[in-house]
């Protein structure tokens, strides 16, 4: 019978109070203790129940929990000692384990044992925490019961395996697991993981998720190598347990080769994983990373990785962009949330590894860094470069130099960077700002425009706050002074503009601060900086920018009414920069919209007003007018103006230029002028009264000589005159009106053509010696403005297509080439002349007489009079020796060569100057003018009276002619294509220097100016063609001979200077950087395309290699008939740039470049060139140096390029006479020798250091081929070092001194390592090397001491670090004998001190003479049994002597 047991009434209550406190602090009871029934098991003849109740534990039944009278490890202490005392040990355990099975029969009693149990005992006395464990729990905390109650939770947990979840919301499988977790001790690890597996293995999915999840905190770390096994295996054939078990994995502890397996085997299915379970795989990868295989592991995941999932659709970026400004926008789609989640989380975990995993950053950067350049990039590439940028601050430097070099490369280019910034995570504005900043502090024209993309992608898709940011940023750039910085800044801000003018207003109190700086700027950064503020001002009618239009305003009239001249400038650029925003023709906007095409009646007068007020400012200054002037035709020439305001510019532009500058032929005026005025340079026969004429002469005498004189008279006064300078400037701005109110058509001013010029005789014949200065300063004045005339007549009628008009623009050309001698002559003996300048900017106040207000030849030399002596006798070399001149760069000489050149002034030695230094006389050509190159032969019609024609004339573009209009096209190519790098501006000059007079077409891009050179490669081609013909003709008429006796010296120099230009302008076309750009890659190929049909007929769809290849050929024909040095270098300079555009490996580059490049330059190094007239070589220094550079990097073998050159060359050089040179190397003589050893001596340091030192493990053919290599530069070094004692001038020991410390240098470090593991099986070979290399080094010696004898401060400030060196070899010589079990055969001795001839130095005789005893003793007793050894040492102990004497020459300088 079963009897029930009562509970007193304090049990009760006591029962009650701690039910309903259990019933706050269990989440799995559902309702109130006061509710439950409570039911205690009654006791039967179980061990289980008596054991369970002896111990303190209360069975109950039903929906109560069982009671726990005692403490959790009371009960657990108590139970396993009543069992290990138990009479019946251990079969009382099996009585024990079959009590619990069929109690835990009935479902509701086995949850209830799997719940935790109510405490009965006060906290006070608890012992432990307050929580409770469950039953189950507590028993397998007992080892001798563990095992058997295990195995019956594994037998009981099938049955609810495939249950659905209890009403109460308890899962039964899951709650059986947790007992197994946090156990203090497993008895038996490896059963249990073997039930597990078994179990995981026919468990439903959703559980096997649970139980994997569970493995590591239910199994002991002795486990984890089997269980790591065993999920390997389970994940192999069961993929859609990666997650689980990849989490799993990352949290075992398991031998790197299985880790290595399954990220293997998980790296192989990344790209076809889904994206919810991306993130765990990427962090099992990233964790399982360790320093030996970072590298493989994260470039394996850079491929395998597919980001597409990672870039925003279209839709979801316009969404995103509400987003931010709509805050209470919600993206719809849970979808799509639910993607975006996962992106996010892909990067959190990849931001996390990167910024704490010092090892994974470093490996992701070398990764990249080690992509080949043909591979394709992935827009995740630079995501993670840019992310490690932002999260880590140590590898910064390391990110912008991988980033310098791949966009060098043209790897990253802007379709890459613009995907960059739509993906999810690239939050990192500031860094990326950052970043832009540095790129932007670079010389490369490619990384700059790449930090400019970065400002400008990050405006455009970052949120408000990164756009000021932004914004700020470039304005720091501006304000900075740095040109270039400051240029890249205001082009991003001109993009922003057009991007987003809406966003960019709200930043215009930014950009307004920039106008407080405009003292540094150039006009073409004044003129960038007020069309942007015009733009955001005037573009629409808003009233925010109400603001800036009055601040403009306030600025713009400031600058006009100051008495700076400066300022003055800056005002007249802005106002008309203004003026054209204002006055735009929005006719093409409006047909959009129903707005008026035309301005209205108030925008019209405020335009008229503006323009007024600049006239009326400026006209008091010739130089104003004239800036006034050209900034105006700028304006019209780029803007399209609104006609309304368009006809009155015009009109009024047409009357005043009629009034002020056109006389009528019959109307010669009278006066009193020192020379006679005459109609001159007419094209056309006028009669008497019919007619115009150019009134220059008498402007020009009314603006010197009359106001010098005091001659004004009140009527004069009133009538004012205007200036001669505006002359030129003024026709430009008429003949642009013209052009845009007739589309083209000059008919209306074609007179001013051919009308003549009223001047006097301009040929000085013999009355030039009689002139005085002034009158010659004014013929100078007077010719300098004629030529500006006729430059301004032949811009604007050059591209008139008739016959009749292009004769007449010839002829124009053919008077300002004859102009241009006349002034040669002119300025070569006038010492004190000051032209007029033809443009007035800020670039040229230096060298602008801004003080006075009228032009006067008298305050001019007082102003510039230092500046134009030097110039004008800047160079007293022939016009050919300056055409000749690399690159044609400015000749400003320096202020130390000052005296001479002002006695050569006084002498007047030379009769003609160049005129290259005089560019700022002159008005800049259109480049529409170079279509005159396409000129072959024109007929030009002379007609009478009555229009019939009299006679016909055949013009022809004529060398001079072509050398004018290529000697400019090459300075403009040089100027706007060479990159800023390989142009830098000499130290303290202008930095502007290089661009004046480039104005009009600093206006215009890159791409625009390239594009009108290949248009004319064609005509130039022509040109080179027919220059090539007649240097091919030339010998055979001179019988061989380049400069013979009957050759034309005039002609030959013209057509060599021609040639050149045409070869300079080719190299300065294809080396243009822009061709990297895809956007540029059409212009490439055009004129690509253009060189290679002047080969064989146009072939479609021709490859890049191609084509540049056949272009290659093209251009190498022409090596034949190269007529100078100079064109020589130029040609190789275009065969080695066309070559770099190609995509071919670099392996297979540099089998093509090496053939054509090393032939051609040793055809051109071994060929005698035609000298100059005065002077010993044509050759200039820097050009041989450059043109041997390019044969030695190119040759097969620089060693045996070398051993030619000195040991052939050199010793013809040497047994020749005096002015002779060598019969193998003409280009080498006494005079250019110093440049070969210079070349010979860094070639030889280069391409040592090129080779690897190699290690013992490599086989013994490498040690041999190394050895051998070594052997044959320590004998051309010997070569070179020894011709010291021939040469021994001051540069020549200069660069011995400084090459040969490095050669030692690269010895010690490449070398020697070399010979440690070579010493014993070739030692004779060693020996042989070493005592070479003492001959070298024992001169090296010789040479300190000659040096410090000489006192020359060049040479002796690298004595001590060669000093250095040697001792450091005879340590290292001493060190690999000792490696090598030798060390008996080093020895010392004193070395003697002595001169290159090898005399002794007399000033130590006695410290030598006993230094000599010593080393004739010491030497005496080394047996000829270790001659080989002693030998060897004898290097080393010359080394050691080294040490000593240079003591003694220290002593010697300090007495």
């Given amino acids: 019978m079963v009897s029930k047991r009562r509970l007193s009434k304090s049990d009760d209550k006591e029962t009650l109070t701690e039910d309903a406190s259990n019933a706050r602090k269990q989440p799995l009871s559902k309702k109130t203790k006061k509710s439950h029934v409570y039911y205690e098991v009654e006791e039967n003849d179980s061990a289980f129940i008596k054991l369970l109740k002896t111990s303190g534990i209360i ?144 468990a439903p999915v959703y559980l096997q998720h649970d139980f994997i999840t569970s493995l590591p905190e239910i199994l002991g770390d002795s486990q984890h190598a089997d269980v790591g096994k065993e999920l390997s295996d389970l994940l192999t054939e069961n993929t859609s347990l990666t997650v689980p078990i990849l989490d799993v994995l990352s949290s075992l502890r398991l031998d790197p080769q299985l880790l290595s397996k399954v990220r293997q085997l998980v790296m192989g299915k990344l790209s076809s994983v889904k994206l919810e379970d991306l993130p765990v795989i990427i962090k099992f990868i990233l964790h399982s990373i360790t320093a030996m295989d970072a590298l493989e592991v994260i470039s394996e995941l850079r491929e395998r990785l597919d980001l597409q999932h990672c870039i925003l659709p279209p839709q979801f970026l316009a969404s995103q962009s509400k987003m931010k400004n709509k805050s209470q926008t919600r993206s719809s789609g849970n979808q799509e949330n639910s993607d975006e989640d996962c992106v996010f989380l892909i990067f959190d975990i990849i931001k996390s590894a990167v910024r704490y995993e010092k090892t994974i950053s470093e490996a992701w950067i070398k990764a990249i860094e080690h992509i080949a350049p043909e591979s394709e990039y992935k827009t995740f590439d630079l995501v993670m470069l840019l992310i490690i940028y932002s999260t880590n601050t140590q590898a910064k430097k390391y990110i912008e130099r991988v980033l310098r070099n791949k966009i060098r490369s043209g790897c990253f280019h802007k379709d890459l960077l613009q ?72 082009d991003v801000l001109l993009e922003l503009v057009v991007i987003n003018l809406s966003a960019m207003r709200l930043n215009a109190v930014f950009v307004k601060g920039i106008l407080d700086y405009l003292d540094k700027m150039s006009p073409r950064q004044i003129r960038k900086l007020f069309y942007i503020l015009s733009t955001l001002a005037f573009s629409k009618q808003h009233e925010g920018s109400s603001h800036i239009q009055d601040d403009m305003h306030l600025v713009i009239r400031k600058q006009l009414s100051s008495t700076i001249f400066k300022y003055k400038l800056i005002g007249i650029i802005g106002a008309i920069t203004m003026a054209g925003i204002m006055a735009v023709d929005r006719s093409r906007f409006s047909s959009l919209t129903q707005g008026k095409a035309d301005l209205s009646n108030e925008q019209y007068t405020q335009v008229t007003s503006l323009l007024q007020l600049v006239h009326s400012c400026s006209k008091q200054s010739p130089q104003a ?140 014949g013999e009355r030039l010696e009689s002139m005085s200065d002034k009158e010659r300063s004014f013929i100078c004045s007077l010719i300098c403005l004629t030529l500006n005339w006729f430059r301004e007549v032949v811009n604007a009628f050059c591209q008139q297509m008739s016959p009749e008009m292009k004769g007449k623009v010839l002829t124009r050309l053919k008077h300002i080439v004859e102009l241009q001698g006349i002034l040669e002559k002119y300025l070569a003996v006038t010492s004190d002349c000051s032209p007029p300048l033809a443009a007035f900017d800020l670039e040229t106040l230096d060298v602008t007489p801004h003080a006075s207000t009228v032009f006067s030849a008298k305050i001019k030399k007082q102003g510039i009079t230092g500046k134009r002596k030097r110039k004008a006798g800047g160079n007293k070399t022939s016009p050919h020796d300056m055409i000749s001149k690399e690159d044609g760069s400015e000749c400003d000489p320096t202020p130390s060569n000052r005296g001479q050149l002002e006695k050569e002034f006084k002498g007047k030695e030379e009769k003609t100057v160049s005129l290259q230094n005089y560019h700022l006389l002159f008005r800049e050509l259109d480049m529409e003018v170079f279509c005159i190159l396409r000129c072959g032969l024109l007929t030009k019609f002379i007609l009478d009276t009555e229009m019939h024609t009299e006679a016909t004339e055949v013009v022809q573009l004529q060398p001079p002619e072509l050398l004018f209009l290529l000697e400019d096209l090459s300075h403009k190519v040089e100027n706007m294509l060479t990159p800023s790098v390989a142009r830098r501006v000499p130290f303290l000059k202008g930095k502007g220097s290089q661009n004046i007079g480039l104005s009009h077409v600093q206006q215009r891009t890159g791409q625009e100016i390239v594009h009108c050179i290949v248009q004319l490669l064609t005509p130039m081609c022509n040109h080179l063609e027919n220059m090539h013909n007649y240097f091919q003709c030339l010998p055979a008429e001179n019988h061989g001979v380049v400069d013979g006796p009957g050759m034309q010296a005039q002609e030959y120099r013209l057509m060599s200077s021609c040639y050149q ?69 130029y040609l190789i300079r275009l065969l080695m740039v066309i070559l770099e555009k190609s995509r071919v490996p670099t392996q297979n580059k540099e089998k093509i470049d090496q053939e054509p490049y090393t032939s051609l330059a040793r055809h051109f190094l071994c060929r005698i060139w035609p000298s100059g007239e005065k002077e010993k070589s044509s050759i200039p220094n820097d050009q041989l140096h450059a043109l041997l550079s390019i044969y030695l990097e190119h040759t097969d073998s620089v060693l045996k390029a070398i051993e030619e050159i000195a040991g052939v060359g050199v010793p013809e050089l040497i047994n020749s006479s005096k002015d002779a040179s060598s019969s ?61 004692k021939v040469f021994d001038n001051r540069p020549v020991l200069h660069v011995c001194l400084k090459y040969g410390r490095l050669f030692v240098e690269v010895f010690l470090k490449q070398c020697m390592p070399l010979l440690d593991f070579s010493f014993r099986k070739h030692r004779e070979d060693v020996l042989s090397l070493l005592g070479t290399f003492q001959l070298n080094t024992r001169l090296l010696h010789h040479l300190c001491g000659h040096s410090k004898i000489h006192q020359d401060m060049k040479l002796t400030k690298h004595v001590p670090f060669l000093k250095k060196t040697l001792e450091l070899l005879v340590c290292r010589v001493k060190a690999m004998l000792i490696l090598n079990n030798c060390r008996e055969a080093f020895w010392l001795g004193n070395l003697k001190n002595r001169d290159l001839q090898g005399e002794e130095i007399v000033s130590q005789n006695s410290q030598e003479s006993r230094a000599d005893e010593s080393e004739d003793d010491t030497s005496s007793q080394v047996s000829k049994s270790k001659a080989t050894e002693d030998g060897e040492e004898d290097e080393a102990s010359d080394r050691e002597k080294d040490e000593d004497s240079d003591e003694s020459d220290n002593d010697d300088d300090s007495d």
């Fill in 625 to 764: 007018s004239v800036l006034y002037y050209d900034e105006f035709a700028n304006m019209i020439q780029i803007v399209k103006l609104a006609p309304k305001v368009l006809e009155w510019v015009g009109q009024t532009i047409f009357n005043d230029f009629q009034d002020a500058f056109v006389v009528d032929l019959c109307a010669i005026p009278q006066g009193n002028y020192p020379f006679p005025v005459k109609a001159l340079y007419g094209l056309e026969e006028y009669g008497s009264q019919d007619g115009i004429a150019i009134n220059l002469l008498p402007l020009l005498f009314s603006q010197d000589f009359a106001e010098d004189e005091g001659r004004r008279t009140s009527q004069e006064s009133d009538h004012k005159l205007v200036s001669p300078l505006c002359l030129a400037p003024y026709f430009r701005l008429l003949r642009l009106c013209v052009e845009k109110q007739h589309n083209g058509n000059l008919e209306e001013i074609d007179g001013l053509l051919d009308c003549p010029i009223m001047l006097t005789d301009l040929e000085p």
């Fill in 1061 to 1129: 230009r045409l070869l300079q302008i080719f190299h300065g076309l294809f080396a243009w950087s822009g061709f990297f750009q895809p956007e540029n890659q059409n212009l490439l190929y055009s004129a690509l395309e253009v060189l290679t049909n002047r080969l064989k007929p146009r072939e479609p769809d021709q490859s890049l290699e191609e084509l540049l290849s056949q272009s290659f050929h093209y251009l190498q024909n022409f090596h034949h008939s190269i007529p100078s040095f100079q064109s020589a270098l």
């Fill in 419 to 490: 995907g960059t910034f739509y993906v999810h995570y690239l939050d990192v504005c500031p860094s990326i700002l950052s970043l832009a900043q540095n790129l932007l502090h670079s010389l490369d024209q490619s990384i700059i425009l790449f930090g400019s993309l970065l400002y400008k992608y990050a405006f455009k898709f970052f949120d408000t706050y990164c756009q000021q940011e932004v914004i700020g940023a470039l304005v720091t750039h501006i304000c900075s002074g740095n040109e270039a910085e400051v240029d890249i800044a205001l």
């Fill in 59 to 202: 069975l109950k039944t039903g929906e109560s929990q069982n009671q726990l009278a005692v403490d959790q490890i009371v009960f657990q202490r108590k139970l396993f000692q009543t069992l290990r005392k138990h009479p019946s040990y251990p079969k009382i355990i099996e009585e024990f384990v079959n009590g619990l099975e069929s109690y835990i029969e009935d479902q509701d009693i086995f949850r209830n044992c799997l719940l935790s149990c109510e405490r009965l005992q006060n906290e006070e006395a608890s012992m432990g925490t307050s929580y409770s464990k469950s039953l189950i729990k507590l028993l397998l905390g007992i080892d001798i019961l563990q095992p058997a109650i295990i195995k019956t939770l594994f037998e009981k947990l099938p049955e609810f395996l495939f249950e659905s979840m209890n009403s109460d919301g308890i899962n039964m499988p899951r709650l059986i697991i947790s007992q197994l977790k946090w156990l203090d001790r497993v008895v038996d690890g490896k059963d249990l993981t073997t039930k597990i597996m078994q179990l995981i293995s026919i």
């Fill in 1224 to 1284: 193998t190397f003409p280009t080498l003589t006494r005079h250019t020798f110093v440049i070969f050893f210079r070349v010979m001596m860094a070639e030889l340091v280069k391409t040592v250091k090129g080779l690897q030192a190699g290690t013992a493990a490599d086989s013994q053919q490498i040690h041999e081929e190394k050895l051998l290599y070594w052997n044959m530069a320590v004998r051309d070094f010997s070569i070179l070092i020894n011709l010291i």
